[in-house]
């Protein structure tokens, strides 16, 4: 049974609907609030039955290592990653992969929040059925380059975009081709589950935010 609830989303709006949603559904667990890496690693030391729910943009760009690095602190913790409206589908399937407790869309949903609340509470997993039905017909193995880990060059490109520059302009200062830079962004935008230019903003923010208090 989960004891304690660690609430890590860097945008404020979602941490917000976390948070309510806590309120009305959660049983006795503890809940907190974390804004930085550093606070995280520290909330984790020592306590057995713990579940952190992130948003998509919490932990940066590239999650894997992240996420090694909280399971070498504390290998009882749950991880899950929530999201506004739509789920977005390569974001979830790469979150799968990772083995993490779950991914939780349309978290304004009032009883999808609740069953989640639910789940989470007795630290099981979940996630919708677009993505379990994904996985079971095995249809995600042909486009399986949208859903891995975030490459150097990707995160390079993120980072440019963040910065408001154009295709063009980070063709010139990345020495890669238009069509490359093209193809990268595609596959970056399915694994961050982009839905909007401000995106790429918030993951620049949040990465500078780690490294500076981290």
Do not use: W
Not at 22 to 32: A, P
């Amino acid at each position: 049974m989960i004891k304690k609830i660690i609430v890590a989303c860097c945008d404020e709006e979602v941490r917000e609907i976390v948070l309510n949603g806590l309120e009305n559904y959660k049983g006795n667990q503890q809940v907190l609030v974390c804004k930085t890496d550093a606070e995280l690693y520290e909330m984790i030391k020592y306590e057995p039955n713990v579940a952190i729910i992130f948003d998509k943009f919490f932990l940066g760009y590239v999650i894997t290592y992240q996420l090694l690095r909280l399971k070498a602190i504390n290998s009882s913790i749950n991880t899950y990653f929530v999201e506004k409206g739509e789920g977005s589908l390569y974001f979830g399937l790469r979150v799968y992969e990772l083995g993490t407790g779950g991914f939780i869309p349309d978290i304004e949903n009032k009883e999808v929040f609740k069953q989640f609340a639910s789940k989470i509470s007795a630290g099981l997993k979940q996630y919708p059925d677009e993505i379990l039905d994904t996985i079971s017909d095995g249809d995600y193995i042909f486009d399986k380059k949208c859903f891995t880990e975030v490459t150097a060059k990707e995160m390079e490109i993120g980072m440019y975009m963040g910065m408001g520059k154009s295709q063009k302009e980070i063709s010139f200062l990345t020495g890669m081709s238009p069509k490359a830079v093209s193809l990268h962004t595609y596959r970056l935008k399915r694994k961050i589950g982009y839905k909007m230019p401000t995106d790429y903003e918030k993951l620049n923010r949040q990465c500078f935010k780690n490294m500076i208090k981290g």
